[in-house]
């Protein structure tokens, strides 16, 4: 009998040692929280649930050795179009993702136990392993409790688009598409709270949200136009400054995760119980626009719209001035007519210059509508010093359009802006970006 029961007890421990388990730490955003992800092998799209192995974020998935599958991807099961995958390369958000070649990893390293953390912002510190370990790093993650608590959906998520104010775009009305699944198409609505023309579309608390999204114009039912000719989407939330972008073939997608993790990183709404995330986005805001003539008014460029800074007039975004460059005409003068919009500030500036060799030699100043040298702005810290020759009205905002201060310069003022980042300052006829470090 004694016999036996050892017997019994080796042929049991064999059999647990012929189990393999993957792991993985799914990333603390609302689409993976409050559902329990699922798990596709060998792209047959049939899902396998996964099970709770843990807090934080912790599912896992066992196999018998002999029936180990070649590749694997995870999904959110809110994620009925399977559109956004957990692979290998989850770190490359909005790129096409590879598959875990679950079957190579045992293979290679010989381990029966697969940790992965798939969101490289939870990695342990200084670690750079590409997310896969070989022990049990559950306690190690820097993602915590307080990381899966925030995140997980306690109430809607709103995101509030403004389009570009030029050309006929001020007419339309966005389109929300999901960028991998173009069959998800959100008609948004215009915010009745003022007049600049800011769109919103909201998601109740258990809806699935893509991930990230191009807007489409309303006109263009076959989807070829993103909003901007570049389809480039700058991203201002929570009083930081920063674009998340990710490339959907050739049109840029707006990343909703990092702008929802930041504004609630802002706003702890375990101290507001009625908080729910927004998101702002500015689409397009600055936008340039040229004309090029000869010396004796001869159109030499055709009007277009400035993409980059190979064309012979750019905006210098950061230092708020327009460049010009000669290498792609020929030798002699030119005059160039110039429409600025930058958020808000719309402007009409003109400049001339002589080409030699490709160079511009010499040039005028660029001059605009407005004269802007009775003012001086300047931030030091987070005080934002404003001097003025002549009485000026300002109003200052914080990056979701909220007022954070407004007076009249004449002389000097100095404004505490109360946390870092993006600020958006009109003064007088102007408006100007703030950066507060």
């Excluded at 647990?16 to 990333?27: D, G, L, R, W």
């Excluded at 050309?167 to 999901?178: A, H, R």
């Amino acid at each position: 009998m004694i016999r036996m029961l050892l017997l019994l007890l080796m042929l049991t421990s064999l059999a647990i040692a012929e189990q393999v388990t993957f792991f993985v730490q799914v990333p603390p955003s609302r689409n993976w929280l409050n559902e329990t992800p699922v798990l596709v092998e060998n792209g047959d799209g049939i899902a396998h649930q996964m099970e709770n192995v843990g807090e934080n974020g912790w599912f896992g998935y066992s196999w018998e050795k002999n029936s180990l599958p070649d590749a694997i991807f995870v999904y959110s099961s809110k994620d009925s179009a399977r559109s956004y995958p957990i692979g290998s390369n989850f770190t490359d958000k909005g790129h096409e993702q590879d598959a875990i070649n679950i079957k190579l990893i045992v293979e290679t390293f010989g381990s029966d136990s697969i940790y992965y953390i798939a969101d490289d912002y939870c990695w342990p510190e200084n670690e750079y392993s590409g997310g896969f370990y070989f022990t049990d790093v559950r306690n190690e993650s820097s993602c915590g409790k307080e990381d899966y608590e925030l995140a997980s959906p306690k109430s809607d998520l709103t995101i509030i688009v403004i389009p570009p104010a030029y050309g006929n775009l001020n007419n339309e009305t966005p389109i929300l598409v999901d960028s991998p699944n173009r069959s998800y198409k959100r008609k948004m609505s215009l915010s009745a709270e003022d007049d600049s023309k800011r769109f919103y579309y909201r998601w109740k608390e258990d809806e699935w949200v893509p991930e990230n999204f191009l807007i489409y114009m309303e006109p263009d039912s076959s989807l070829i136009r993103p909003i901007g000719s570049t389809g480039l989407a700058r991203h201002l939330n929570s009083g930081l400054a920063g674009g998340y972008f990710s490339e959907n073939k050739n049109a840029t997608a707006i990343s909703i995760g990092e702008c929802v993790r930041n504004d609630l990183a802002a706003n702890w709404p375990e101290l507001n119980p009625d908080y729910s995330p927004t998101c702002y986005f500015y689409i397009d805001p600055v936008a340039l626009f040229y004309s090029v003539y000869s010396e004796d008014s001869s159109l030499v460029v055709a009007e277009r719209r400035s993409l980059d800074t190979t064309e012979i007039a750019y905006y210098d975004v950061d230092r708020q001035r327009v460049n010009l460059r000669g290498d792609s005409l020929d030798d002699g003068k030119y005059f160039v007519k110039m429409r600025l919009y930058d958020y808000e500030l719309y402007q009409e500036l003109r400049s001339s210059f002589t080409v030699e060799h490709g160079k511009i030699t010499s040039a005028e100043p660029v001059s605009r509508k407005g004269d802007r040298s009775h003012l001086e702005i300047r931030t030091l810290g987070r005080d934002l010093l404003m001097t003025s020759e002549r009485e000026t009205p300002y109003l200052v905002f914080n990056s979701i359009g909220q007022v954070v201060s407004r007076g009249v310069v004449w002389g000097s003022v100095k404004v505490k802006l109360p946390v870092r980042g993006l600020y958006i300052l009109k003064i007088g006829n102007e408006t100007r970006r703030i950066y507060v470090r």
